[in-house]
Every structure is written in structure tokens, then in C-alpha cells.
């Protein structure tokens, strides 16, 4: 038994506030169905069934005593408990904050210092976790609850008001939030929009759309895009967990053949992962040809990794054309920009020495071309600009900060003024901390602007770096962090550490060796290639790449050379001389 696809009732996305949304859509057939990690229906939750449940919840968490504004933190696993807290606590005029599930893509050893980071940061005067032994971190004095004792509270006496459009309906912690806590406060009016415009102007959905999602919904491209979007458009969506595609990845397309479905997203390793586990009996088993929008996104999309994709499951009948390239980020709600439909990846390969130098994407066809992946225009209550080090508008092709305003664009981030400042304008305008350019149109993303490495009065974008490495037979995709450290005497120095299972030291220094001439050959760079062990490189809670937090690890003397290693270091340097 799953919910159908068809809600039942005239489509309509026009709300003010997402509890308007859920009212309405309460009389639709439609609605989530969770799945286990075979791909059975483990439950299903009809939006009418939501909207009861939420009420009853709601008023349960009104008899507890908080006030309206107060801050409920949760754990945002995939589960239909997680789902009717969120909208209850909106629905009591609460502001949810949801948390990342401790899984696989979180660090053991900083789960906890995170969730205490994030609890103290958000001011949380209740943390609501799922049923067992307590998540929280030794010392703090958050008041907390389970899944199961909040359904067995008390209900409140006093009667619910409806949030308006102006108030904060949640706190979106960025994935890499871990240090330095900084909750994006959402509205209800910012996110209504949003989905609004991601659903008609970016997919063009309609009554015959079926969303399959397995993103964790502590992140905004699962919590707005495959969680509350759903909710504004009334779609069915079918729900794996992040820990279950992570063990078994061929159970997203799975579901996606067998329940017809038509949207579903993920970042550029999410389509990597599951085309390297398929194999050829798995993939002849599949039927992709009604999946229409395959959505990438909420990383730096690498054109490879999704032709690849492509090619791998076209015998599935999956199509090219269905790839749906866009940029977005929590400080926005959710998008920003979206490519066009049924054109599939387009991409500007571009001279790296004069977007380097220059910061001029000037267009090639020589083998040391990047390709960047055009990430499409703005949606309609979205803008956005490309600026210079002093404010100053830039011209097409020309590299630079990647700044938006719109609706749907962040007012701030929560208790954090100074933050705040440092993001915001006087006039509205984010600063995304991106770096990219514009071209007929369409915004090219080509680094993080924190991440650029500067050799020589030179701008280094380190996917550059890590992209040359991971052409090596013998390295993964995303298997590499590059960054700059200073040396004394010697100025700034890329490095490159590089995820290795090799254990011979001749296939190691033959290895190194491969990655410095390559990188050399393509750059003219002398960087220092170290090889690390399988899955030490740090990444945020969505299973980003954490560069920075890679750097301070390399920094402290975490990723120690061998002997052999060593060797192949000083042969680096005598080649580079």
C-alpha cells in the first residue's frame, strides 16, 4: 500500500503559510510513503492523516509550556515522527530546528559537540530525539524528549493561533555549521514563494508527478525541496533513509522503476555512488524512462560524473535530457537558479590560466580546458549579480562573488547580527560566499571564494586540483581535498591529499608522482601531494567535501607521511626544479 500519485483535488501552490498549505492539502489522496531498506512500504502517511496527526501533536506541544517563538530542536531523520513534530511544532507557532541523524556521513566523535553546538546556538528550550538512549552531549541541561513521550503528552487547553506569513517557520542549519552555529531564519512567506517557483517556474510540475528522495531532511535540498515543496504542491513522495542508500544505493532507482517515479534530486556523489554499485543484471531489471527530472545540485556539479551517470543507465532507458543542473543554498530557502528543462548538462569549458589570472572565463577547446556546468537563470522572485572585490558590478564572463536578493532570500541569521552583516546588504543583497560568472544569462559557479588558493597573485580553484588527480585510474571521484598553506620563507603552497588504499610503497610514490607531474604538466603548479587513508577526509553532515577542516587536520600533523611517501615528496621537488 502506498499513496497514489493523482492527489484528487485541483492543484495549487498560491499560500501564505505553510500551515495554509498542509490545510489544504488535507484533502488530497496523496502524500509520503517510507520505505525500508529492501524497498517495502514501511508506512504511509496521506496528507489527511498528516494534517490530523499534526494538529493532535500540536496541541501536545503547547501543553508543555513554551511560548510562541520558542525554539524546538529535533533530529531530522526520515521517519513519519520527524515529519509530524516539524509541522506540529509549526503549527503551535514554534520554530523547529532540525539536526543531523548520526549516520554515515557524521563523524561519531563530533556528532554530539555538534548537536551541542547547534542546541546552544539556536537557544533550544526542547530537544526531541527518536526512541532509545539519549543523543545529547555531556553537560547540556536542554530539556529533552522521544518520539514515543511526546505522543503520550498531555494536550494543551488553550486554542492554537495560525502563524502569519512574517513569522520565522524554521531554522536551517547549513550542513557545515558545525563550528561556528549559524541558523538561517526562514519565513513562512520566504518559503512558500520558494517552493512556488521551484515547482511551477523550475519543474513545471504536475498532477501526474511522483517524487523519490532518499536526501537526509536536516538539509534544505531535503527538507524544502522533497518535504515541505511536496506539501505546497500536494505530490506524493516516496522516502528512503540517507543511511539506506549510502548501504544500498540501487534502491532509489528501484523505487523510481517501479513506482513511475518522474522527479528526484541528489548531489553529484549521490549519482557517482549508485553508478558504481549497479551492475549489469540491476540495471537491465530497471525501467528509468518516466523519470523526467533528475535534479543535481546543493554541490559543485562535475559534468563527468553525470555523463557517466547517463551512459551507465541509458540501457534503463533513462534520458540524458532529464539531468536539471541548479544552485541554491539555505540562506535562499532552497533555489536560486535552475537550467532549462529537457536540455540536459550544458557546460562552458574554459581556459583555467585566464580565469586564474584574470578572473575572464574565456572559452576553449584546448586539452587543459575546465568544463563548468551551467546552473541555469534566475527563478522568478529570485536575483542575482556578480561583483568585484569593491561592489562593483561585473560583465559577463568575468569572475567574481556570486550576490542574490528576492523574496525568498534570508533576513537574517537567527540571534547572530554580526553575522548577519557580514552576509547582508543594506539593501537586501546576500553575499553566498560563492564564486562565478554570468554567461548569456545563465550563473556559472567556479569555487567557493573561502577555498581559493592564491600562489604567486595567482587564483587556484581547488576542484581544479582535485579534478586533475581524480582523472589517475587509481583515485576515485571525490576522493582528493586540496588548499593552500602557508610556508615560511616560501609563501603560499597547494596541497593536495589524496584518499588511497595502496599499501605498496612502490604503487604509492608511483602514485604521487602521477599526481604532482599531472598537475604540473596542466598548471604549471609544484604542489604537495599526500596520500591519505580510505575515508579520513572530514565531511559536513550532507557528505560534503570539508576543506577547511581538512587543512586544520593536515595543519596539526593528522595525516603523516610514510617513508616511501617522503621519497616521492623530495622527487616532486627535484622534478619541479
Given at each position: 500500500m502506498i499513496t497514489p500519485t493523482?492527489?484528487?483535488?485541483?492543484?495549487?501552490?498560491?499560500?501564505?503559510?505553510?500551515?495554509?498549505?498542509?490545510d489544504y492539502a488535507a484533502g488530497a489522496e496523496s502524500g509520503f510513503t517510507f520505505y525500508s531498506?529492501?524497498?517495502?512500504?514501511?508506512?504511509?502517511?496521506?496528507?489527511?492523516?498528516?494534517?490530523?496527526?499534526?494538529?493532535?501533536?500540536?496541541?501536545?506541544?503547547?501543553?508543555?509550556?513554551?511560548?510562541?517563538?520558542?525554539r524546538v530542536a529535533m533530529i531530522g531523520e526520515t521517519t513519519p515522527d520527524f515529519v509530524i513534530a516539524f509541522l506540529a511544532a509549526v503549527r503551535a507557532r514554534l520554530v523547529p530546528v532540525p539536526l543531523p541523524v548520526a549516520g554515515v556521513f557524521t563523524e561519531p566523535s563530533r556528532y554530539a559537540e555538534q548537536v551541542g553546538r547547534q542546541l546552544a546556538g539556536c537557544g533550544a528550550r526542547l530537544f526531541l530525539r527518536?526512541?532509545?538512549?539519549?543523543?545529547?552531549?555531556?553537560?547540556?541541561?536542554?530539556?529533552?524528549?522521544?518520539?514515543?513521550?511526546?505522543?503520550?503528552a498531555p494536550k494543551g487547553a488553550a486554542p492554537l493561533a495560525e502563524p502569519g506569513p512574517d513569522d520565522i517557520c524554521y531554522l536551517q542549519y547549513s550542513s557545515g555549521s558545525t563550528r561556528f552555529p549559524r541558523g538561517v531564519a526562514v519565513t513562512h512567506s520566504a518559503l512558500v514563494r520558494n517552493c512556488r517557483d521551484i515547482s511551477e517556474a523550475a519543474i513545471g510540475a504536475g498532477p501526474d508527478d511522483r517524487m523519490v528522495s532518499w536526501l537526509p531532511l536536516y538539509h534544505d535540498m531535503g527538507l524544502v525541496g522533497t518535504l515541505l515543496a511536496p506539501i505546497v504542491a500536494q505530490a506524493?513522495?516516496?522516502?528512503?533513509?540517507?543511511?539506506?542508500?549510502?548501504?544500498?544505493?540501487?534502491?532509489?532507482?528501484?523505487?523510481?522503476?517501479?513506482?513511475?517515479?518522474?522527479?528526484?534530486?541528489?548531489?553529484?556523489?549521490?549519482?557517482?555512488?549508485?553508478?558504481?554499485?549497479?551492475?549489469?543484471?540491476?540495471?537491465?531489471?530497471?525501467?528509468?524512462?518516466?523519470?523526467?527530472?533528475?535534479?543535481?545540485?546543493?554541490e559543485m556539479i562535475d559534468p563527468q560524473v553525470m555523463e557517466r551517470f547517463c551512459e551507465t543507465f541509458a540501457p534503463?532507458?533513462?534520458?540524458?535530457?532529464?539531468?536539471?543542473?541548479?544552485?541554491?543554498?539555505?540562506?535562499?530557502?532552497?533555489?536560486?537558479?535552475?537550467?532549462?528543462?529537457?536540455?540536459?548538462?550544458?557546460?562552458?569549458?574554459v581556459d583555467p590560466e585566464s580565469l586564474g589570472r584574470h578572473r575572464r572565463a574565456v572559452l576553449s577547446n584546448a586539452p587543459t580546458a575546465r568544463s563548468f556546468v551551467r546552473c541555469g537563470r534566475p527563478l522568478p522572485s529570485q536575483r542575482v549579480e556578480i561583483r568585484g572585490p569593491n561592489g562593483e558590478a561585473l560583465p559577463p564572463r568575468v569572475a567574481g562573488r556570486v550576490v542574490i536578493s528576492g523574496a525568498s532570500v534570508m533576513q537574517g541569521y537567527f540571534n547572530d547580527p554580526e553575522a548577519t552583516a557580514k552576509a547582508l546588504d543594506g539593501e537586501g543583497w546576500l553575499d553566498t560566499g560563492d564564486v562565478g560568472y554570468m554567461a548569456e544569462g545563465d550563473l556559472v559557479i567556479v569555487g567557493r571564494a573561502k577555498d581559493t588558493i592564491i600562489v604567486n597573485g595567482r587564483n587556484v580553484w581547488p576542484q581544479d586540483l582535485e579534478w586533475i588527480v581524480e582523472q589517475i585510474p587509481a583515485v576515485r571521484n571525490q576522493s582528493c581535498a586540496a588548499f593552500g598553506i602557508h610556508e615560511p620563507g616560501a609563501g603560499e603552497r597547494a596541497v593536495v591529499l589524496v584518499q588511497s588504499g595502496l599499501r605498496?610503497?612502490?604503487?604509492?610514490?608511483?602514485?604521487?608522482?602521477?599526481?604532482?607531474?599531472?598537475?604540473?604538466?596542466?598548471?604549471?603548479?609544484?604542489?604537495?601531494?599526500?596520500?591519505?587513508?580510505?575515508?579520513?577526509?572530514?565531511?559536513?553532515?550532507?557528505?560534503?567535501?570539508?576543506?577547511?577542516?581538512?587543512?586544520?587536520?593536515?595543519?596539526?600533523?593528522?595525516?603523516e607521511a610514510t617513508e616511501a611517501d617522503a621519497l616521492a615528496g623530495s622527487r616532486q621537488a627535484v622534478a619541479a626544479r
Amino acid at each position: 500500500m502506498i499513496t497514489p500519485t493523482r492527489s484528487g483535488i485541483p492543484r495549487k501552490t498560491d499560500f501564505e503559510t505553510l500551515t495554509a498549505a498542509l490545510d489544504y492539502a488535507a484533502g488530497a489522496e496523496s502524500g509520503f510513503t517510507f520505505y525500508s531498506p529492501r524497498g517495502e512500504p514501511l508506512s504511509v502517511l496521506p496528507y489527511g492523516e498528516m494534517r490530523a496527526r499534526v494538529d493532535e501533536r500540536a496541541m501536545q506541544i503547547a501543553g508543555l509550556g513554551l511560548a510562541p517563538g520558542d525554539r524546538v530542536a529535533m533530529i531530522g531523520e526520515t521517519t513519519p515522527d520527524f515529519v509530524i513534530a516539524f509541522l506540529a511544532a509549526v503549527r503551535a507557532r514554534l520554530v523547529p530546528v532540525p539536526l543531523p541523524v548520526a549516520g554515515v556521513f557524521t563523524e561519531p566523535s563530533r556528532y554530539a559537540e555538534q548537536v551541542g553546538r547547534q542546541l546552544a546556538g539556536c537557544g533550544a528550550r526542547l530537544f526531541l530525539r527518536p526512541d532509545g538512549a539519549s543523543l545529547l552531549p555531556e553537560g547540556a541541561d536542554t530539556p529533552e524528549m522521544s518520539w514515543s513521550e511526546l505522543a503520550a503528552a498531555p494536550k494543551g487547553a488553550a486554542p492554537l493561533a495560525e502563524p502569519g506569513p512574517d513569522d520565522i517557520c524554521y531554522l536551517q542549519y547549513s550542513s557545515g555549521s558545525t563550528r561556528f552555529p549559524r541558523g538561517v531564519a526562514v519565513t513562512h512567506s520566504a518559503l512558500v514563494r520558494n517552493c512556488r517557483d521551484i515547482s511551477e517556474a523550475a519543474i513545471g510540475a504536475g498532477p501526474d508527478d511522483r517524487m523519490v528522495s532518499w536526501l537526509p531532511l536536516y538539509h534544505d535540498m531535503g527538507l524544502v525541496g522533497t518535504l515541505l515543496a511536496p506539501i505546497v504542491a500536494q505530490a506524493s513522495v516516496d522516502f528512503l533513509s540517507t543511511d539506506t542508500f549510502a548501504r544500498r544505493p540501487m534502491v532509489w532507482l528501484q523505487l523510481i522503476s517501479r513506482n513511475r517515479g518522474t522527479v528526484s534530486y541528489a548531489p553529484c556523489f549521490g549519482y557517482d555512488l549508485v553508478r558504481r554499485r549497479a551492475n549489469a543484471s540491476q540495471i537491465a531489471d530497471l525501467d528509468l524512462s518516466s523519470w523526467r527530472v533528475a535534479g543535481v545540485g546543493a554541490e559543485m556539479i562535475d559534468p563527468q560524473v553525470m555523463e557517466r551517470f547517463c551512459e551507465t543507465f541509458a540501457p534503463a532507458g533513462f534520458r540524458s535530457e532529464a539531468v536539471l543542473a541548479s544552485y541554491g543554498l539555505a540562506e535562499a530557502t532552497l533555489g536560486v537558479t535552475f537550467a532549462p528543462l529537457d536540455r540536459g548538462i550544458e557546460t562552458d569549458r574554459v581556459d583555467p590560466e585566464s580565469l586564474g589570472r584574470h578572473r575572464r572565463a574565456v572559452l576553449s577547446n584546448a586539452p587543459t580546458a575546465r568544463s563548468f556546468v551551467r546552473c541555469g537563470r534566475p527563478l522568478p522572485s529570485q536575483r542575482v549579480e556578480i561583483r568585484g572585490p569593491n561592489g562593483e558590478a561585473l560583465p559577463p564572463r568575468v569572475a567574481g562573488r556570486v550576490v542574490i536578493s528576492g523574496a525568498s532570500v534570508m533576513q537574517g541569521y537567527f540571534n547572530d547580527p554580526e553575522a548577519t552583516a557580514k552576509a547582508l546588504d543594506g539593501e537586501g543583497w546576500l553575499d553566498t560566499g560563492d564564486v562565478g560568472y554570468m554567461a548569456e544569462g545563465d550563473l556559472v559557479i567556479v569555487g567557493r571564494a573561502k577555498d581559493t588558493i592564491i600562489v604567486n597573485g595567482r587564483n587556484v580553484w581547488p576542484q581544479d586540483l582535485e579534478w586533475i588527480v581524480e582523472q589517475i585510474p587509481a583515485v576515485r571521484n571525490q576522493s582528493c581535498a586540496a588548499f593552500g598553506i602557508h610556508e615560511p620563507g616560501a609563501g603560499e603552497r597547494a596541497v593536495v591529499l589524496v584518499q588511497s588504499g595502496l599499501r605498496d610503497p612502490g604503487e604509492r610514490a608511483a602514485l604521487i608522482a602521477s599526481a604532482h607531474r599531472d598537475i604540473l604538466q596542466a598548471t604549471g603548479l609544484d604542489c604537495r601531494i599526500v596520500l591519505v587513508p580510505p575515508h579520513s577526509l572530514p565531511r559536513t553532515s550532507s557528505g560534503k567535501l570539508n576543506r577547511g577542516l581538512a587543512r586544520e587536520r593536515y595543519l596539526a600533523g593528522n595525516f603523516e607521511a610514510t617513508e616511501a611517501d617522503a621519497l616521492a615528496g623530495s622527487r616532486q621537488a627535484v622534478a619541479a626544479r
